[in-house]
C-alpha cells in the first residue's frame, strides 16, 4: 500500500516536523490602525525605538513608538536607523522612512509596504529588495507599478513607506551548507529537503516509478483526493507562460 505521501502528512497538521515555530516570531508587520480619516490632513510623529530580527523574515523589522501612544512594527526601508523620528500622515514630508497616503505621494516615488486597501496594515512590497513606484494620479485612484511589473490603481488613502525595503541582495548570498538552507526553511514552516515525486517508488507517489518513460501527466484536477493532489493543480496549460511585453 505504501505510507501516505508528504501532501497528506503535512495536511493533518500535528506532525512537529511540518509546524511552523510562529511562537519565535516577533509581531505582525503592519501599521497602527486608523481611527478616523483625519490623518489625511494631520501629521503625527514617531521614533524608531529599535531595529529586530524576525525569525523566518527577510528584512529586519523596525519598533515604531508614536506620540499617540500607539506602537506597531513594521518593515524596514533601506537607510533607516534607531531612534529615528518619523512621520506619518498627509501631511509628512516625502521622505525615506515616512508613512504617507499614496494619493499624496508625488508621481516617479519608490515606495514599499503598500495597503491594497485603506487600513488593512500593509500587504505588497513587503520582502527583501521589493518596491513599487508611484506612476500617477487618476480619477480612479492612484495608479501603482508592483514589483511584479504589472500596474493597479489603489485609493488614495491607502498608505505606503518611502523607500526600499532593506536587505536587497540577500538571495545572491548562496548558503554554502545544507544545514543553513534547513534552518531558514523551518524557520519559515518549510519543508526541507524536497524528494521529487519521480525519484520515488510507485507506492510512495503518484509520480513514482522506476519506469522513467512512463511519466504520468503533471496537471491535476482541483477536486482531486489528497493522495493524487500533487504537481500542477487546476494548471490550464502545462507549462509557464511566456512574459509579455
Same mark, same amino acid.
Given at each position: 500500500?505504501?505510507?501516505? $505521501?508528504?501532501?497528506?502528512?503535512?495536511?493533518r497538521?500535528?506532525?512537529?516536523t511540518?509546524?511552523?515555530?510562529?511562537?519565535?516570531?516577533?509581531?505582525?508587520?503592519?501599521? &497602527?490602525?486608523?481611527?478616523?480619516?483625519?490623518?489625511?490632513?494631520?501629521? $503625527?510623529?514617531?521614533? $524608531?525605538?529599535?531595529?529586530?530580527h524576525?525569525?523566518?523574515?527577510?528584512?529586519?523589522?523596525?519598533?515604531?513608538?508614536?506620540?499617540?501612544?500607539?506602537?506597531?512594527?513594521? $518593515?524596514?526601508?533601506?537607510?533607516?536607523?534607531?531612534?529615528?523620528?518619523?512621520?506619518?500622515?498627509?501631511?509628512?514630508?516625502?521622505?525615506?522612512?515616512?508613512?504617507?497616503?499614496?494619493? *499624496?505621494?508625488?508621481?516617479?516615488?519608490?515606495?514599499?509596504?503598500?495597503?491594497?486597501?485603506?487600513?488593512?496594515?500593509?500587504?505588497?512590497?513587503?520582502?527583501?529588495?521589493?518596491?513599487?513606484?508611484?506612476?500617477?494620479? %487618476?480619477?480612479?485612484?492612484?495608479?501603482?507599478?508592483?514589483?511584479?511589473?504589472?500596474?493597479?490603481?489603489?485609493?488614495?488613502?491607502?498608505?505606503? %513607506?518611502?523607500?526600499?525595503?532593506?536587505?536587497?541582495?540577500?538571495?545572491?548570498?548562496?548558503?554554502?551548507?545544507?544545514?543553513?538552507?534547513?534552518?531558514?526553511?523551518?524557520?519559515?514552516?518549510?519543508?526541507? &529537503?524536497?524528494?521529487?515525486?519521480?525519484?520515488?517508488?510507485?507506492?510512495?507517489?503518484?509520480?513514482?516509478?522506476?519506469? *522513467?518513460?512512463?511519466?504520468?501527466? %503533471? %496537471?491535476?484536477?482541483?477536486?482531486?483526493p &489528497?493522495?493524487?493532489?500533487?504537481?500542477?493543480?487546476?494548471?490550464?496549460s502545462?507549462?509557464?507562460?511566456?512574459?509579455?511585453?
Amino acid at each position: 500500500m505504501g505510507k501516505r $505521501i508528504r501532501v497528506q502528512r503535512r495536511g493533518r497538521g500535528n506532525s512537529p516536523t511540518f509546524r511552523s515555530s510562529t511562537h519565535k516570531r516577533v509581531a505582525p508587520a503592519q501599521y &497602527p490602525l486608523l481611527e478616523t480619516k483625519d490623518y489625511l490632513e494631520t501629521t $503625527i510623529e514617531g521614533v $524608531i525605538k529599535d531595529l529586530v530580527h524576525d525569525p523566518g523574515r527577510g528584512t529586519p523589522l523596525a519598533l515604531i513608538k508614536f506620540e499617540n501612544g500607539k506602537t506597531c512594527y513594521t $518593515i524596514v526601508p533601506e537607510g533607516v536607523h534607531a531612534s529615528q523620528r518619523i512621520q506619518m500622515g498627509g501631511k509628512a514630508l516625502v521622505e525615506v522612512g515616512n508613512i504617507l497616503p499614496v494619493g *499624496k505621494i508625488p508621481e516617479g516615488t519608490i515606495v514599499c509596504n503598500m495597503e491594497l486597501h485603506p487600513g488593512d496594515g500593509g500587504k505588497i512590497a513587503k520582502s527583501s529588495g521589493a518596491y513599487a513606484t508611484v506612476v500617477g494620479h %487618476t480619477p480612479q485612484g492612484t495608479m501603482i507599478k508592483l514589483p511584479s511589473g504589472k500596474s493597479r490603481y489603489l485609493n488614495d488613502h491607502c498608505r505606503a %513607506t518611502i523607500g526600499v525595503v532593506s536587505g536587497a541582495g540577500r538571495t545572491e548570498k548562496p548558503f554554502l551548507k545544507a544545514g543553513a538552507k534547513f534552518h531558514m526553511m523551518k524557520a519559515k514552516g518549510h519543508k526541507y &529537503p524536497r524528494t521529487r515525486g519521480r525519484a520515488m517508488i510507485a507506492a510512495l507517489h503518484p509520480y513514482g516509478s522506476s519506469k *522513467k518513460s512512463a511519466r504520468k501527466v %503533471t %496537471t491535476v484536477s482541483r477536486h482531486a483526493p &489528497p493522495g493524487k493532489k500533487v504537481g500542477l493543480i487546476a494548471a490550464r496549460s502545462a507549462g509557464q507562460k511566456k512574459r509579455r511585453r
